[in-house]
Antibody, heavy 115, light 106 residues
Framework: EVQLVESGGGLVQPGGSLRLSCEVS????????MNWVRQAPGKGLEWVAN????????SYLDSVKGRFTISRDNAKNSLYLQMNSLRAEDTAVYYC????????WGPGTLVTVSP | DIQMTQSPSSLSASVGDRVTITCRAS??????LAWFQQKPGKAPRSLIS???SLQGWVPSRFSGSGSGTDFTLTISSLQSEDFATYYC?????????FGPGTKVDI
């Protein structure tokens, strides 16, 4: 069974930092591009970032460039998102998704940025 | 950025109905078009990748078609478990972008 499980969300003040993690099992992690996608409360889906199988290529949404960093540890079958200088507009459920076209998704972790 | 639009934004249907959702890209995206289903309070689930390739867990009543800039998701005979919001996404160019969603309800 394929499982992606995010963790690390929570309440943080504007300007603060959080590190999200996603543990993956049931697929050959090293064969998959990995993405972070977010969904603000009551809104649609927004792609945030992705990383190539070997970590050699990374891409970001313009609004998070310079603030967010995506990384992966293939030895641990894990994906990460380091989020710095958080803003209220970053408040969302963050999902990790496996595959360039998002074949597999985790249940998400909620990030709330508020004073 | 490539803009994705969907129509309709919502529709009401009955069990057994044939449902078609349209997705349009602001420029050509080749075959890099995916469809997702999301139920309230749940994560999205992949239905279709590369325009028409069904994921293994997806019933055959779902199908995808299209090319260039115009794409469709069809549900041949709507079932109760299909009431949800459906999103298309292009993964041809960065940033990857989603359509605004189509809510299918009774």
């Amino acid at each position: 069974e394929v499982q992606l499980v995010e963790s690390g969300g929570g309440l943080v003040q504007p300007g603060g930092s959080l590190r999200l993690s996603c543990e993956v099992s049931g697929i050959s992690f090293t064969n998959y591009w990995m993405n972070w996608v977010r969904q603000a409360p009551g809104k649609g889906l927004e792609w945030v970032a992705n990383i190539k199988e070997d970590g050699s290529e990374k891409s970001y949404l313009d609004s998070v460039k310079g603030r967010f960093t995506i990384s992966r540890d293939n030895a641990k079958n894990s994906l990460y998102l380091q989020m710095n200088s958080l803003r209220a507009e970053d408040t969302a459920v963050y999902y990790c998704a496996g595959g360039l076209g998002g074949d597999y998704w985790g249940p998400g972790t909620l990030v709330t940025v508020s004073p | 950025d490539i803009q994705m639009t969907q129509s309709p934004s919502s529709l009401s249907a009955s069990v057994g109905d044939r449902v078609t959702i349209t997705c349009r890209a602001s420029q050509g995206i080749g075959k890099y078009l995916a469809w997702f289903q999301q139920k309230p309070g749940k994560a999205p689930r992949s239905l279709i990748s590369t325009v028409s390739s069904l994921q293994g867990w997806v019933p055959s009543r779902f199908s995808g078609s299209g090319s260039g800039t115009d794409f469709t998701l069809t549900i041949s005979s709507l079932q109760s478990e299909d009431f949800a919001t459906y999103y298309c996404q292009q993964y041809y160019n960065y940033p990857f972008t989603f359509g605004p969603g189509t809510k299918v309800d009774i």
